[in-house]
């Protein structure tokens, strides 16, 4: 995959824009559409921020399986991958955070649960919700 983009604290909260050097997480993460051309995207209420769906890659667990598992916990949709963007690091330096997210684009294929999210992730007040391309 290719480099999409370097997002430092700079970009988020303003100050100054350092590179961290070791990796703390890798996770998979990626655009959502429904067959109603919205896009899913988690809302933090904790921080007042969205973020695309996805989260941490677990151990043995490709880049691929992450992205599925994380879209079906978060949005409880079964998704299908359309294209491969690329990864973006995230250098958290405030938190002493690194974290290079795989991206893709995927079209949801059909409900097939509730959300299931961690305690960690209830905690931020993550919801999701649906925006139009309109």
């Not at 973006?88 to 290079?100: A, G, T, Y």
Request: glycine share 8%; proline share 1%; aromatic share 8%.
């Amino acid at each position: 995959m290719k480099l999409i983009r370097r997002i430092t604290d700079r970009d988020i909260v303003g100050g100054p824009s350092e590179l961290l050097k070791s990796v703390s997480r890798y996770a998979s993460r990626g655009v959502l559409i429904d067959d109603q051309m919205n896009i899913a995207m988690m809302y933090m209420s904790e921080s007042n921020l969205y973020k695309l769906p996805g989260g941490g890659i677990e151990d043995k667990e490709t880049i691929d399986q992450s992205f599925i598992r994380e879209i079906r916990e978060e949005t409880g949709y079964e998704a299908e991958f359309v294209h491969e963007l690329g990864y973006i690091e995230e250098h958290k330096s405030r938190n002493d955070f690194m974290q290079i997210s795989f991206c893709w684009i995927a079209n949801a294929r059909r409900k097939i649960g509730s959300v299931q999210l961690s305690d960690s992730e209830k905690q931020l007040g993550l919801t999701v919700h649906r925006m139009s391309l309109d």
